[in-house]
C-alpha cells in the first residue's frame, strides 16, 4: 500500500491534482481543463491516485466526480506509526541483549 | 482559516539499556540494521548521510543533523524518489533520558505530510488569493471552479 502512495505522490502534476480536489470534489474534466497534458494523460493520474487511496471516485450518472480522501494520508500515518512500534521493539531488544551481553562480561 | 502542513509521531519506551550501549544503536551500521531494514549505510557525523532499505522496495534516506553523544540523535528522514516526502524533507528526533536500569528513549517524527498539501507549483495561483482572503477573514465567494464541477 505504502509503495503506491509514495509512487503516486512522486509525481508533481498529481500533487496537483491532490490540491485542486482539496477543497471540494471536481470532474475529472473539470481536472483536464486545468493542464495542458491531455485527457487520457490526466485520467491516468487521476487512476493512479484513486488506486493509492489518496483520491476517492463518486459516480453520478455518467459523470465521474473526483475528491480527496482523507483516510489515505490518515493510512501514511499509521504506516510511519506501525513502523516506528515495530523498530523500537526491535531495538529494544538487540540493545537489552548488548547490555546482558557487557554485564556478562564485567562479571567474569 | 488556519493551515497545518504537516503532522508529528510521538513515541516513548523505556529499554533496560545505558544510554552508552543504546546511542551506538544509532550510529553503528551493524547495530542499527538489528533493529531497523535490511540493509544500512551510514555517515555518522553532522551532515552526514544515511540510506536504510526498509524493506526491500521503501528506502529511507537523509542525513544527521545533530549527534549529541549518549543524549540526542536528530536525523532528516525522507523516502528515496518520493517527493512529498523526499530524502531529508521531514525530521526525526531520539532523546535518551537516564532512568535507574535503563533509558527512556523518546521519538519524535516531525513534519510528515497530512492531507493539507502545500502546493508550490506553478498554474495554482488562483487558490492563493482564495487561501488569503480566508486567512484574512474575507470570504472569496463560491469558487468559479468548484460552480463549474458541479453543473
Same mark, same amino acid.
Given at each position: 500500500?505504502?509503495?503506491?502512495?509514495?509512487?503516486?505522490?512522486?509525481?508533481?502534476?498529481?500533487?496537483?491534482?491532490?490540491?485542486?480536489?482539496?477543497?471540494?470534489?471536481?470532474?475529472?474534466?473539470?481536472?483536464?481543463?486545468?493542464?495542458?497534458?491531455?485527457?487520457?494523460?490526466?485520467?491516468?493520474?487521476?487512476?493512479?491516485?484513486?488506486?493509492?487511496?489518496?483520491?476517492?471516485?463518486?459516480?453520478?450518472?455518467?459523470?465521474?466526480?473526483?475528491?480527496?480522501?482523507?483516510?489515505?494520508?490518515?493510512?501514511?500515518?499509521?504506516?510511519?506509526?506501525?513502523?516506528?512500534?515495530?523498530?523500537?521493539?526491535?531495538?529494544?531488544?538487540?540493545?537489552?541483549?548488548?547490555?546482558?551481553?557487557?554485564?556478562?562480561?564485567?562479571?567474569? | 482559516?488556519?493551515?497545518?502542513?504537516?503532522?508529528?509521531?510521538?513515541?516513548?519506551?523505556?529499554?533496560?539499556?545505558?544510554?552508552?550501549?543504546?546511542?551506538?544503536?544509532?550510529?553503528?551500521?551493524?547495530?542499527?540494521?538489528?533493529?531497523?531494514?535490511?540493509?544500512?549505510?551510514?555517515?555518522?557525523?553532522?551532515?552526514?548521510?544515511?540510506?536504510?532499505?526498509?524493506?526491500?522496495?521503501?528506502?529511507?534516506?537523509?542525513?544527521?543533523?545533530?549527534?549529541?553523544?549518549?543524549?540526542?540523535?536528530?536525523?532528516?528522514?525522507?523516502?528515496?524518489?518520493?517527493?512529498?516526502?523526499?530524502?531529508?524533507?521531514?525530521?526525526?528526533?531520539?532523546?535518551?533520558?537516564?532512568?535507574?536500569?535503563?533509558?527512556?528513549?523518546?521519538?519524535?517524527?516531525?513534519?510528515?505530510?497530512?492531507?493539507? =498539501?502545500?502546493?508550490?507549483?506553478?498554474?495554482?495561483?488562483?487558490?492563493?488569493?482564495? =487561501?488569503?482572503?480566508?486567512?484574512?477573514?474575507?470570504?472569496?465567494?463560491?469558487?468559479?471552479?468548484?460552480?463549474?464541477?458541479?453543473?
Amino acid at each position: 500500500m505504502i509503495e503506491k502512495v509514495l509512487h503516486a505522490l512522486a509525481e508533481p502534476r498529481r500533487r496537483d491534482i491532490l490540491y485542486l480536489v482539496r477543497d471540494g470534489e471536481l470532474t475529472s474534466s473539470a481536472i483536464a481543463s486545468h493542464f495542458e497534458i491531455s485527457a487520457p494523460a490526466v485520467s491516468q493520474h487521476l487512476k493512479v491516485l484513486e488506486q493509492s487511496g489518496l483520491v476517492v471516485v463518486r459516480r453520478d450518472g455518467t459523470k465521474r466526480y473526483y475528491g480527496i480522501r482523507r483516510d489515505g494520508f490518515a493510512e501514511l500515518k499509521q504506516y510511519i506509526d506501525r513502523f516506528w512500534d515495530d523498530s523500537l521493539l526491535r531495538l529494544k531488544e538487540a540493545a537489552e541483549e548488548e547490555e546482558r551481553k557487557k554485564n556478562d562480561t564485567n562479571k567474569q | 482559516m488556519t493551515q497545518t502542513n504537516s503532522d508529528t509521531i510521538v513515541k516513548e519506551i523505556f529499554i533496560e539499556a545505558r544510554p552508552e550501549t543504546l546511542f551506538s544503536f544509532f550510529t553503528d551500521a551493524d547495530k542499527m540494521v538489528r533493529w531497523m531494514g535490511r540493509q544500512i549505510l551510514l555517515e555518522p557525523k553532522i551532515g552526514g548521510k544515511y540510506r536504510i532499505d526498509v524493506n526491500g522496495s521503501d528506502i529511507a534516506m537523509g542525513e544527521y543533523v545533530e549527534i549529541v553523544p549518549y543524549e540526542k540523535i536528530v536525523m532528516s528522514w525522507g523516502w528515496e524518489k518520493s517527493k512529498i516526502v523526499p530524502p531529508g524533507s521531514s525530521k526525526v528526533e531520539f532523546r535518551l533520558i537516564p532512568k535507574e536500569n535503563g533509558t527512556n528513549l523518546v521519538l519524535t517524527h516531525y513534519d510528515l505530510p497530512s492531507s493539507e =498539501i502545500p502546493s508550490h507549483q506553478q498554474g495554482w495561483s488562483h487558490y492563493m488569493p482564495r =487561501i488569503k482572503d480566508f486567512a484574512e477573514g474575507r470570504d472569496p465567494g463560491v469558487d468559479p471552479w468548484t460552480e463549474l464541477a458541479m453543473h
